[in-house]
């Protein structure tokens, strides 16, 4: 990668103004680091532009100048999508100063936000306009729209309100030439062609620059009742979660799975955690339902409950009491991948099968990454409702942490051979960026990358955007 002219930093400067740019290591580090500290870039300059028409400014100049950017929202990636490369020859665009909310139409229910508003002032945006902005991710303190977008985020409440993607009804997009796309229509209905918002949800910056987007507002539930259930295995729990869909009541809205060493961690490590049940089990479901009216509702869930028990899907439950109480049960959900760092070497995937092979998967992916590393602890979780588990085989108690890790390509492998084998995807939340970039073009069929390739051509002759990340 070529150093960027001094000129061309001077211009891009110029476009932001004196508060709209770091170039001092200090102040650019933070921009510089994957979290996970798999990845540490270099740039010469972070731009902060305040307006879309300044995002406008600096496409256009990069593309005259052949200048690689990369954008950045709340650089929350685990993949190493929202980082430069090591060789500074990108320069950082961030959309953090780009945090207006711009408009909540509530009879419409929607809400309209630049690309660097934080997941959580969102939700707090609509919450005072009487409504839910249901996604609902770790990171959402810190994680912006932008980025959500970008990679189509997932989380915990996707069984109900779908992804980034199902909740987006318009954007608006700098194209790589400088151009201004003004997608931000709040329709329903709109079958007048290609949806090209589309093509930019999920691109993680490849295609374009998204600045601004009309998301979905939803009712705030009546009531909310969360339970944890022991269950005697993955394929129970599966059959638990079409058993609730039935006859819930209200609507189910999470569906978690947790195994025993989950909790086991999270007891050992996180403060404030019990185990919510009095005996030890293998397995476990955090399931919440919402809507209805709050006695119904908790009253309908006991009788599934009770229904499962007969049927043998269910051992002991518990639901929560208060509010406080089922903060608890998801502080355990929360805290599996924390409390993993504290045993050593974690292999991470994210892997995503049809709801009906999970327990399948679950089984045989075990099998296999213990016959590779014999004593690995198998940590499978999440969001057994989406078909979406976060495989995490954790070291062998004693075993040198770097020897595991070690094993990483091997173990990651053989999972995404069984991901791919059962239907699967390799990447169900987290997206592509640096660290799946290889494995995806192992699995897609080459029509399906050479269509990603024409649309990337198309929209991006220079390939100034975001290059070498995802394609
Ligand atoms: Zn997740």
Redesign the pocket.
Known sequence: MNAIPAAVLDELRRIVGPRGWASDPADVEPYLVEWRGLYRGAAPLVLKPASTAEVAAIVAHCRRTKTPLVPQGGNTSLVGGSIPFEGGGEVVLSLSRLNRVRAVDALNDTITVEAGCVLADVQAAAAAAGRLFPLR??SESSCQIGGNLSTNA???AVLRYGSMRDLTLGLEVVLADGRVWDGLRGLRKDNTGYDVKHWFIGAEGTLGVITAAVLKLFPQPQAIETAFAAVPGPAQAVELLALAKAMGGGQVSAFEIVPRIGLELVLRYIPGTADPLAAAHGWYVLLECTGGKGGELRADLETMLGAAAERGLVLDATIAASAAQAAGLWKIRENISAAQKFEGGSIKC?IAVPVSRVAEFIARAGAAVTALVPGTRVVAF??IGDG?I?FNPLQPAGMDKAAFLARWDDVTRAVHDLTHALGGSISA?HGVGRLKREEIRRYKAPVEIELMAALKRALDPDGILNPGKLL
């Open positions: 991710i770790a997932g989380g915990n994210d999440g969001h979406n976060h939340e």
